[in-house]
């Protein structure tokens, strides 16, 4: 329970529950004994909230906990029947998975070795209600390794993971995207090759046709890019572009045109703006002007807020910045593209608050469905795609701009001139706070 409206703290403390652990523990678990409440739900949700709240002072009683969480487990795998003591059992030992590791990483070798007997089953006798949860903790354990590596089970596991009649399931989805991202993280040089490759393309060609799944499409595609070698990834290249603008042709969206621009920024700032632009015009001539007009200057303020919203601005500054027709063949777009982008910067960003995680109810939890139950404990990490090195966008356009300038005498002053005069004093504040000028 929560304390007084407005405090931050539970009316029960770690201190109050610290001395009574392994008594707590013991006790729940026996219960969960008894013929008649041997799935009840508030019984497995009091032992999710207990180590929770108790983190790293859970600890000691780790053995007992992941030894009645598999025999649990392996019972109630026969025969699910109680959703939500299923989504709680699985919380728990997620959550007692992040407590281990966050203190000793090398204990995700203990998990997996536990684990994967269990998983295998269940993937083995296809345990529907069970599948969408052990791809979770299967990409959780991946996630948390700080050696990427892809150790044999996993690697016997792969091809499984493409078989088509999996991804008809849409429960599936979500947590096999997921465990896909992180086999590639872990082994992208090596799952990037013959048949794997194509598989995997397949995968995402399905996904990004589909309305309901475009989006984990775009988050696979990412991850490919980002972990498989260039110079595998070169001959599908043209291809994996068709696809993205035989789908945006064909069934137009909101939420894939912001996929979509995503994705094009990530692609843009991974492989260069001159790549982008030559990959984009060699599918159609002078089609990187219809991209720029039709996409980023019509739709990017639709992008965001937080790091989807950055990452498009740091590609449209390489855009405007470093690549070399955009003062040439596509010059007449470069100031409104200018413009844009420094509206982009301008709009106000909405309040986000997060849901307290100790005192999320299944029902309440974001990702909970009948076909699909995201696992709080397992919550996936925001990727920065841009990993830290640029932390002020502003900065990085100023920089930028001025570097151009530099290279170009006399060429940027008169576009930016012709930009309404609102936009001109923001681009004068973002090149005095940088120390920069334009010449």
Not at 296 to 301: L, N
């Amino acid at each position: 329970m929560k304390g007084p409206v407005g405090s931050q703290q539970t009316m029960i403390t770690v201190a109050d529950l610290a001395p009574l652990r392994e008594q707590l523990v013991v006790q729940l678990f026996a219960v969960l004994n008894l013929q008649e409440s041997s799935e009840n739900e508030y019984i497995m949700k009091c032992i999710m909230r207990s180590c929770s709240m108790l983190q790293e002072a859970i600890l000691p009683q780790l053995g007992l906990i992941m030894e009645a969480l598999t025999q649990k487990l392996a019972q109630v795998s026969k025969n699910p029947s109680r959703p939500f003591f299923n989504h709680y059992m699985f919380e728990t030992l997620a959550l007692v998975i992040r407590i281990t590791c966050k203190q000793n990483n090398d204990a995700v070798t203990s998990f997996e070795q536990t684990l994967f007997p269990p998983f295998e089953a269940i993937l083995q006798q296809d345990v529907q209600e069970f599948i969408p949860y052990v791809f979770q903790i299967l990409a959780l354990l991946l996630e948390l390794r700080v050696q990427p590596a892809l150790p044999e089970p996993y690697v016997a596991l792969f091809p499984f993971l493409l078989v088509p009649v999996l991804w008809e399931k849409p429960g599936n989805v979500p947590g096999l995207v997921r465990l896909l991202e992180a086999f590639l993280k872990n082994g992208g040089d090596t799952i990037g090759h013959g048949d794997k490759m194509s598989n995997l393309l397949g995968v995402y060609q399905k996904l990004i046709a589909s309305r309901l799944h475009d989006h984990e499409g775009f988050a696979l595609l990412m991850a490919i890019m980002d972990y498989v070698p260039q110079e595998t990834l070169h001959k599908y290249l043209k291809q994996i572009f068709i696809v993205l603008f035989q789908r945006l042709t064909s069934s137009k969206t909101v939420k894939y045109v912001k996929g979509l621009l995503v994705f094009l920024s990530f692609y843009c700032t991974k492989f260069s703006p001159t790549n982008l632009q030559r990959i984009i015009d060699d599918i159609q001539e002078r089609m990187f002007s219809m991209v720029l007009e039709n996409l980023y200057i019509k739709e990017v303020q639709k992008v965001g807020p937080g790091i989807e919203k950055k990452f498009c601005a740091v590609a449209m500054t390489q855009i405007l910045t470093e690549c070399p027709s955009m003062l040439t063949d596509y010059s007449a777009i470069w100031p409104k593209l200018l413009e844009v982008l420094v509206a982009l910067f301008e709009l106000p960003e909405p309040d986000d608050v997060e849901e307290d995680e100790h005192f999320a109810e299944v029902d309440d939890m974001p990702g909970y469905s009948t076909a699909y139950s995201q696992l709080i404990f397992a919550g996936k990490p925001e990727r920065d795609l841009l990993r830290g090195h640029i932390p002020d966008p502003k900065a990085h356009l100023a920089l930028g701009l001025a570097k151009l300038s530099a290279a170009q005498p006399g060429r940027v002053p008169p576009l930016i001139s012709t930009l309404p005069m609102e936009a001109q004093n923001f681009l004068s504040n973002y090149l005095a706070a940088a120390n920069v000028q334009l010449v």
